[in-house]
């Protein structure tokens, strides 16, 4: 377990000590303790990082897992379609989608049919200026297209029928599916209800249409308990997930894993069922984190930018952490939100939850084929609530904003702690300073 242990006190005559830091925005969020407070620090386990990038990137797309190098893959391709998270995910974009371009280029592939296309799902398009940091290279954005994902426009997508086992429509983004050569690229870290970030989920809801990410997103797949954080057996976003890959076809990945300061600590490059479980089976060790206690107080943040620009995004540091809190415990999170709160239909969901309460919420989802855009990260909200005690530190919300996250906001993280060990009795603080990119489990 990579978890330290000690007194917030040295002296222990009652003087508060300065602890640890949450991700918070661009930077950390000092955290002082108050005196007499215990506080374990989880962070991931610690493994090698990459010594060079670049080479690490050169030699995965030369020796990629179980197909050819991606110059072999490109010769006699016409054009081809690469793949790349939206603005959510710090993925390091910079240091292999040049690689990438040469490779294509160099065997064949002309720079006018190289499309890249950022995997938005339903969230808004990512341009200009924020492009620019997402690509993080000016020379591939001098190459190639760069386009975004609009979930929304029906002509823009193929319909390739519905999934075997659960009939989930999959409609896909044409200009993926009519490429001859189709990579998604992406960051593999937990996902609170995939898993898994990465791979198969880059494509859907990445690209997908507007109708096959309300149906992943409904009451029935959110529900169940296998949707969870590192847990790929039975999961049902896992199992269609794979389903639309088989109606897709020839699909390749590039999986990158980075640590706590976004160093590059792997990368690799194949075909992408394949190629991400390798980068799955890296991560895990890295990321799941054996507890020996649970805790009646847990702090931690939303990740740090760019997850917690949003309340929206902020509710995967909330879920994430539940396997060590008490039940009836206070879970403490600290988020930027520096963007505001989130879409307006979120909004609107958000809206529901304050004026219905938890219990009349959930069943207003039920029975739903089609969950309403953006309610599904209220439902999420709902397993915190369930557990114990919800308290939010930020920045970036106004007032009114704050009412509509459902929990309760506060003005000092210092004095929350303070609060929740008097109520317990118990001076034993959890604090994951990296929020949802770290697992904890009790055990």
Same mark, same amino acid.
């Given at each position: ?6 007194? @917030? ?41 990459? &010594? ?25 391709? +016409? ?10 995910? *710090? ?64 002509? #823009? ?6 999934? &075997?086992?659960?009939?989930? !429509? ?13 990579? #998604? ?15 198969? +989920? ?16 409904? @009451?029935?797949?959110?529900?169940? !308990?296998? @949707?969870?954080?590192?847990?790929? =057996? $039975? ?5 269609? %997930?794979?389903?639309?890959?088989? +109606? ?30 390798? #980068? ?18 847990? =702090? ?12 929206? %995004? ?7 952490? /539940?396997?060590?809190?008490? !039940? ?24 529901? /939850? =304050? ?7 959930? /069943? ?16 999420? %909200? /709902? +397993? ?22 459902? =929990? ?21 603080? $959890?604090?994951? !300073?990296?929020? *949802? ?7």
């Amino acid at each position: 377990m990579n978890a330290t242990s000690g007194h @917030a006190n040295g002296n222990g005559r009652g003087r508060s000590e300065v602890g640890p830091t949450l991700a918070f925005g661009k930077g950390h969020l000092p955290l002082t303790l108050p005196p007499g407070v215990r506080p374990s620090v989880i962070r991931k386990n610690t493994l090698p990082l990459v &010594a060079d990038p670049a080479v690490a990137v050169r030699e995965a797309l030369e020796r990629p897992v179980g197909v050819p190098s991606l110059r072999e893959l490109a010769r006699g391709r +016409k054009s081809a379609c690469i793949l790349i998270c939206d603005k959510t995910r *710090p993925v390091p974009n910079r240091l292999f989608l040049w690689p990438m371009i040469e490779a294509l280029t160099g065997a064949g592939v002309p720079r006018d049919r190289i499309v890249i296309l950022v995997a938005t799902g339903l969230h808004r398009p990512n341009e200009g200026a924020e492009l620019e940091e997402l690509i993080g290279d000016r020379r591939v954005l001098a190459a190639v297209r760069v386009e975004n994902h609009f979930a929304r426009d029906d002509a #823009a997508h193929v319909d390739l029928g519905a999934t &075997a086992t659960r009939g989930t !429509p999959v409609k896909i983004d044409r200009r993926f599916v009519e490429a001859d050569l189709r990579i #998604a690229t992406g960051l593999v870290e937990p996902h609170f209800m995939a898993g898994f970030s990465g791979g198969r +989920k880059v494509v859907a809801p990445g690209i997908a249409h507007a109708d096959t990410i309300r149906t992943f997103h409904s @009451a029935r797949f959110m529900g169940d !308990p296998c @949707a969870r954080e590192c847990n790929l =057996v $039975g999961n049902p976003l896992h199992e269609e %997930q794979l389903q639309i890959l088989g +109606k897709i076809g020839e699909v390749y990945g590039l999986n990158t894993v980075i640590d706590e300061d976004r160093n590059l600590a792997y990368v690799n490059f194949g075909e992408i069922t394949a190629s991400h479980a390798s #980068a799955v089976a890296y991560v895990r060790a890295m990321v799941e984190v054996k507890v020996p206690r649970r805790f009646h107080t847990v =702090v931690t943040s939303a990740g740090g930018y760019p997850l917690d620009e949003t309340y929206y %995004q902020t509710v995967k540091g909330m879920v994430t952490p /539940l396997d060590i809190l008490e !039940p009836g415990g206070t879970l403490i999170i600290g988020s930027e939100c520096s963007g505001g709160f989130g879409s307006d239909e979120y909004r609107a969901a958000q809206a529901r /939850l =304050v004026r219905l309460g938890p219990a009349a919420f959930l /069943l207003g989802l039920q029975g739903k084929a089609l969950a309403d855009i953006d309610e599904w990260q209220t439902q999420m %909200q /709902l +397993k915190p609530m369930r557990v114990g005690r919800v308290q939010l530190y930020t920045t970036g919300l106004s007032l009114d904003e704050r009412m509509l996250t459902g =929990v309760e906001s506060i003005a000092s993280i210092t004095q929350a702690i303070q609060e929740s060990v008097r109520r317990s009795g118990d001076e034993a603080v $959890g604090i994951i !300073p990296e929020g *949802p990119y770290v697992v904890p489990f009790y055990g």
